[in-house]
């Protein structure tokens, strides 16, 4: 018998570098890995430059170090926290989009030789992203990332998506995604081959760019094309179908050496750790949830009756050092596992609407960056056709009343505006509010018994464990409230607090549903 793998085994004194890290997920990965392995080598946060020309460092110690995440280690442990971050810290400024990260070749290598493991959750969760940024970030990254690993054969953990799955249905298991739609070559060793796919959309992106000078528009269509090719290859966004090329050139580029696939499905605030309900960002059922607190929507096209996969960050985040441990102390091979709940601990659309709601109704005064007032109204789940026709019916009536508005010198009647953000919303989410399958994690979990029993526990990716009441009524909605949203503007400037009290990532999805409703009626 084998014996059972050891997280610290694994870890201990190893380089890990993680791409993503002022994001969501990778602060929670950073923070277990700081907190549950102290004798790790050294982090190594490969960072791209802030837009005020901020270097990585300095990025770090602003949106990292400073991050609530840590809010436990600080008060903790809080000399072992400042110790670490001086001195097994490293941040490397550099543009993973770049060949060799936009870094000098000598700089590169000398990055590749000092690299043990590579955890790679750099991404762009925007569901309509340009196409040719999505391409970058999601798809083409992945090379320069695998070029990376080769020096020092460093397995590459990199974090995908279980949407990866795009229109096909049924059940999904941890393994590759035959495209829905279109037909794509595929390769002896089981990746497929993208070649012909990336010339073609190379083709069509330089069509685009040739056809308008308007920078503005020139998003638009790249955002459109975006959508039109995920469509027609068998995704329903960008984001999926861009993800899913990431994973083929991934597997690819690391054929014959470790390359494992973590999938997670919705990642929701974490469950346990490092506390009860953190959360960065207004993510896809928050904005439905913070849309309906504003009053700005109260119905939605989706089905009740079908399995949400929603996780929590905890859980993701200890799947990806399982995974990671596995890919140290195995022979090389290409793994996948999927980090989610759909068929381990279901919860249907119905059910977390009906949660979310009773709370908001019972409880909503707890919530006070949530919700400024009392819910009035329930929000109701209702077929696409029907959405469609309360949608124009309501769009009618309130175009008519804002008219007669306009002639009395008044805005826009409230309720256009309402409308606008549930068709806007409705346009981004609505594929994951009707869920057409059920996302499989038994490998991950046949990966966790695999470990030593200590680790089974500090690293527990057992969703099983979740009470969802408890979960999304009394966990989430606390953590939403506390760490996504900032607390209310003053009344005085009642204008700007729908912009103000959403942190910027919510404000990137708002901007995404915004960009997006021209090119794609619903
Ligand atoms: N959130 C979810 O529900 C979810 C679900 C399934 C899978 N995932 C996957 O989990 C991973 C992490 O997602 P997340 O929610 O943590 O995302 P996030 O909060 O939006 O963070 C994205 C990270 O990627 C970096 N990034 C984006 N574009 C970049 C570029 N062009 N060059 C370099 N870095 C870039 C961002 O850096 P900057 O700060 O420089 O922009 C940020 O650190 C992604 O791979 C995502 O696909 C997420």
């Given at each position: ?7 610290h ?9 993680i ?7 990778a602060?929670v ?13 050294r ?15 300095q990025?770090?110690e ?14 903790e442990q809080?000399?072992?926290l ?11 400024t ?7 990260f ?5 700089e590169?290598?000398?990055l590749a ?8 959750a750099?991404?762009s ?7 040719d940024e999505?391409l970058?970030?999601?798809?083409h990254s992945?090379e ?8 020092n054969?460093?397995?590459l953990?990199?974090?995908?998506t279980c949407?990866v ?18 037909s ?8 497929f ?6 010339k073609?959309?190379?083709?069509r992106?330089?069509?685009?760019r ?7 528009e020139l998003?638009?269509r ?7 090719e ?14 899913w ?18 999938r997670?499905?919705?990642i929701?605030?974490?469950l346990?750790?490092p ?11 928050d904005a ?8 700005k929507t ?9 399995i ?6 905890d ?7 399982l995974?990671?441990?596995?890919a ?11 980090a ?13 609407i009906?949660?979310?709601q ?8 707890q919530?006070e ?7 009035k109204?329930?929000?109701?789940v209702v077929?696409r056709?029907?959405?469609l026709?309360?949608?124009?019916a309501m ?6 009343w804002?008219g007669?508005?306009r002639?009395?010198?008044?805005g826009d ?10 068709q806007?919303?409705?346009l ?16 991950l979990m ?11 526990a500090?690293?527990d990716?057992?969703?099983t464990?979740?009470d969802?009441?408890?979960y999304l009524?009394h966990?989430?909605?606390?953590g939403?409230?506390?760490y996504?949203?900032?607390p209310r503007?003053p009344?005085?400037?009642?204008a700007q607090?729908a ?6 990532a ?10 997006a409703a ?5």
């Amino acid at each position: 018998m084998k014996p059972a793998l050891n997280v610290h085994a694994a870890l201990s004194g190893k380089r890990v570098l993680i791409t993503g890290s002022t994001g969501f997920l990778a602060k929670v990965v950073l923070e277990k890995l700081v907190r549950s392995v102290p004798d790790i080598g050294r982090i190594i946060l490969l960072i791209r430059a802030g837009a005020n020309g901020s270097d990585a460092r300095q990025r770090f110690e602003r949106d990292i170090a400073t991050s609530s995440i840590f809010d436990r280690l600080r008060a903790e442990q809080p000399a072992y926290l400042a110790q670490f971050f001086a001195e097994r810290v490293e941040c490397v400024t550099g543009e993973v989009t770049a060949p060799w990260f936009g870094l000098p070749s000598a700089e590169f290598h000398a990055l590749a030789r000092r690299t043990d493991l590579v955890i790679n959750a750099a991404a762009s969760v925007n569901f309509r992203e340009a196409l040719d940024e999505a391409l970058a970030i999601n798809a083409h990254s992945v090379e320069h990332i695998a070029e990376l690993t080769h020096a020092n054969h460093a397995p590459l953990v990199q974090v995908s998506t279980c949407y990866v799955n795009g229109y096909n249905q049924g059940d999904m298991r941890e393994q590759n995604v035959t495209p829905a739609r279109a037909s794509i070559p595929r390769h002896g060793d089981g990746y497929f081959d993208l070649y012909a796919l990336q010339k073609h959309l190379e083709h069509r992106i330089a069509q685009v760019r040739a056809s308008t000078s308007d920078a503005q528009e020139l998003e638009r269509r790249l955002t459109e094309l975006g959508i039109a090719e995920a469509n027609y290859h068998g995704w329903n966004d960008t984001y999926t179908f861009t993800k899913w090329m990431g994973e083929q050139l991934a597997m690819r580029a690391m054929r014959g050496r470790a390359l494992t696939i973590v999938r997670p499905s919705i990642i929701e605030s974490t469950l346990q750790e490092p506390v009860p309900g953190w959360i960065e960002g207004v993510k896809v059922a928050d904005a439905i949830i913070l849309a309906y607190a504003r009053g700005k929507t109260s119905f939605f096209p989706a089905k009740a009756d079908e399995i949400v996969d929603i996780v929590p960050a905890d859980i993701v985040a200890n799947s990806v050092l399982l995974a990671a441990a596995e890919a140290m102390l195995e022979s090389p091979a290409t793994r996948i596992y999927q980090a989610c709940t759909g068929s381990s601990k279901p919860i249907t659309v119905g059910g977390v609407i009906e949660l979310i709601q009773g709370e908001s109704q019972r409880n909503w005064q707890q919530y006070e960056r949530l919700f400024y007032r009392q819910p009035k109204h329930d929000f109701r789940v209702v077929s696409r056709p029907v959405f469609l026709l309360l949608l124009r019916a309501m769009r009618l009536a309130a175009t008519g009343w804002s008219g007669v508005r306009r002639l009395l010198g008044a805005g826009d009647s409230p309720r256009l505006e309402a409308l606008r953000t549930t068709q806007l919303l409705a346009l981004t989410f609505s594929f994951y509010t009707a869920p057409r399958y059920t996302f499989h994690n038994s490998s991950l979990m046949a990966l966790a018994r695999r470990f030593v029993s200590e680790d089974r526990a500090r690293f527990d990716v057992d969703s099983t464990r979740i009470d969802w009441r408890e979960y999304l009524c009394h966990i989430h909605m606390a953590g939403l409230n506390r760490y996504a949203l900032r607390p209310r503007a003053p009344k005085s400037a009642e204008a700007q607090a729908a912009a103000a009290a959403v942190p910027e990532a919510a404000q990137t999805a708002q901007h995404a549903v915004e960009q997006a409703a021209p090119a794609t009626p619903l």
